[in-house]
């Protein structure tokens, strides 16, 4: 059974789509007597800087015809419609043969890599090679420092991998729009989308941001898609689609996807993280949120060797760490950073204070001129492990209820009126304006794949965005 698989065909500039390329691929090998048996939609690494957009690829598995055949009818897809004019576009196409429900290890590593590291394209063509299965380079090529054409070659042989590589799924139901109409204003009425939208929520998620008023299913880029609804079962997302009112669709296509499932991030350590991988990390927070000039707000995590359920305090929340200065003894102290685009989601980190346990998650970068390994975690959602519910304060006398003063370097306190005496401060609790549990940016913010709370199956309680 041929497994036919393209990326890299879009433009910034001038629109296009892979999605939209393997749609037409699919129609075309059915046209030629092939059955499609299925449509993926595969999110490779969102830290890789040369993707137009969301860094998809796209693979159709297709019964019924042979992989030449196959392949031919693609390479003519391809040629028809990406937009190879554009430099930067690399479009590559790979046909395997009979690999579906068994792909090599190698090409299975390869599409696990390709989610948390930077490939190379020599690499994909020497696997895809070895394994004789065809392959093609479109376009001017040597881009982004590659010598041939075709640098698509690495997505597309990814989406072959994929399914051996990644055990979770959801579903992206595609509306596409006539293809004139491509970079005009999309018309979709907006009040249309919210209904159908909570009519199938939370199986059908991150369709709107009910904050914002955002329709976060009608994308801005000048290529041919009208909406996408993403969820967890294919009827639901169609029923969405089919409520919305809008312009004319041309086409409409479902793709099985790792989208919303957290396929990008590994746990880490910090003070031991890769540049452009994403992780999930477990630390203690260092020093107080920090809003910075543009609106981002950085937070300091420093490693912490606590481990769930150890070092409980019954002065504190569930499991803080109680260090005066966590951050003291030379741990590793990770930077991380809500951009402003990520809305509200800055505010429940600004709630976040000093020796309070978290886990975050999000891709790290380092940029040249940091001043050690550790570079920023661009948060994507983090969970609160333990908060700090106490603060030291200064004792209020049992009196007169007036607070007392110190009573000399390492002398306790004392109400100088009421001659009452108190051996330090006291433990006052504080009002903490955020829970135990995950956060997560809103719709808007969210990364194709990145995983909403909604869907479940999370180690502590969730406080989802919709
Ligand atoms: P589209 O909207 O068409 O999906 P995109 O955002 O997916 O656009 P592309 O234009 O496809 O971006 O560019 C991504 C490029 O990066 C492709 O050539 C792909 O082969 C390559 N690529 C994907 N994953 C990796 C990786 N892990 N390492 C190196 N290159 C990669």
């Excluded at 919305?244 to 989208?259: G, K």
């Excluded at 304060?393 to 000399?408: D, H, K, L, N, Q």
């Excluded at 869907?455 to 406080?463: E, K, L, S, T």
């Amino acid at each position: 059974m041929p497994i036919v698989a393209v990326d890299d065909t879009d433009s910034r500039e001038r629109g296009m789509c892979t999605t939209y390329v393997g749609v037409r691929i699919a129609e075309r090998l059915e046209r030629a007597g092939g059955r499609v048996t299925r449509r993926l939609l595969v999110r490779l690494n969102p830290a890789v800087k040369h993707k137009t957009r969301g860094n998809a690829a796209v693979a159709v598995w297709v019964e019924e015809i042979g992989t030449d055949e196959a392949f031919r009818v693609a390479e003519e897809t391809v040629r028809e419609f990406a937009a190879a004019g554009d430099p930067l576009t690399s479009p590559g196409l790979v046909a395997a043969d009979g690999v579906a429900g068994d792909v090599p290890d190698d090409v299975a590593t390869f599409a696990r890599r390709a989610l948390r590291e930077r490939l190379s394209l020599g690499e994909a063509v020497a696997i895809a090679d070895r394994h004789g299965f065809t392959h093609a380079g479109f376009g001017s090529g040597g881009a982004d420092g590659e010598t041939a054409p075709g640098r698509g070659r690495i997505g597309a042989l990814a989406a072959v991998g994929a399914p051996a590589a990644l055990d979770e799924w959801t579903v992206e139901h595609i509306t596409y729009r006539e293809l004139d109409r491509c970079g005009t204003p999309r018309e979709v009425d907006a009040d249309s989308v919210f209904a159908a939208a909570d009519a199938e929520y939370p199986t059908v998620w991150d369709t709107v941001d009910r904050e914002t008023g955002a329709v976060v299913c009608v994308p801005n880029a000048p290529g041919p898609i009208l909406y996408g609804i993403r969820g967890d079962d294919a009827a639901a997302c169609r029923r969405v689609a089919d409520a919305i009112a809008a312009e004319p669709a041309e086409r409409t296509a479902t793709f099985l996807t790792n989208q919303g499932t957290d396929a990008h991030l590994a746990d880490g350590v910090i003070g031991d993280l890769r540049d452009g991988a994403g992780y999930r990390v477990t630390g203690v927070v260092a020093s107080a949120p920090e809003r910075k000039r543009g609106g981002h707000v950085h937070v300091s995590v420093a490693e912490s060797d606590v481990t769930d359920g150890e070092n409980a305090d019954p002065a504190v929340g569930d499991d803080p760490v109680t260090d005066d200065d966590p951050a003291a003894g030379g741990e590793r102290v990770l930077r991380a950073v809500a951009f402003a685009p990520t809305g509200r989601f800055r505010d429940r980190v600004c709630a976040l204070r000093p020796g309070d346990r978290v886990t975050l998650c999000g891709e790290h970068e380092v940029r040249t001129g940091d001043p050690g390994p550790d570079g920023t975690l661009k948060l994507e959602k983090f969970a609160v492990r333990g908060l700090v519910e106490t603060e030291p304060t200064t004792p209020t006398c049992p009196e007169c209820r007036r607070t007392m003063s110190s009573a000399g370097r390492d002398q306790g306190y004392r109400c100088r009126d009421c001659g009452t005496t108190a051996p330090g401060t006291v433990e006052q609790p504080i009002d903490r304006e955020i829970e135990r549990g995950w956060y997560e940016v809103p719709p808007s913010a969210r990364r194709h794949v990145a995983k909403p709370l909604v869907r479940g199956g999370f180690d502590a309680p969730v406080h989802p965005e919709r």
